[in-house]
């Protein structure tokens, strides 16, 4: 896929507790030109989507203090930002999950470890 500035000015906000998907996540969108906008939690990730306010946000099912279904919810009821792709991340590819998900307010669901190729496909599919 040839994503070199598709995504142009759009804003993706990955947050996960490991290093290692934030970064992973980062580089594949680098080619993409779209901004990233990292956070390692639920709390720390409030205060980016105020300041940034993404136009699409990754959020990690399982993470200290406010996991991502918590998270999620709370974007979902702010009337501001609950227009935003709110996608899950999770290393379990269950139907608990993903119902739990959606019961949380979620629009899709990708499962780690990802690839660069599905991290764009959901993009794409939620915003362009």
């Known amino acids: 896929m040839d994503n070199v500035g598709v995504l142009k000015g759009f804003k993706v906000m990955i947050i996960d507790d490991s290093n290692t998907i934030r970064r992973s996540a ?62 899950m991340l999770s290393s379990k590819d269950g139907l608990f999950d993903k119902s739990r998900g959606r019961m949380a307010g979620s629009d899709d669901y990708l499962t780690k470890p990802f690839t660069a190729e599905g991290l764009l496909s959901i993009i794409c599919n939620n915003i362009l």
């Open 26 to 87: 980062e580089l594949f969108l680098r080619p993409s030109e779209c901004e990233v906008i990292l956070a390692e939690d639920g709390f720390e990730a409030m205060s980016k989507i105020v300041d940034n306010h993404p136009d699409i946000i990754f959020i990690d099912i399982a993470m200290p203090r406010l996991d991502g279904y918590q998270a999620c919810m709370l974007i979902k009821k702010n009337l501001i930002y609950q227009s935003i792709p709110v996608i």
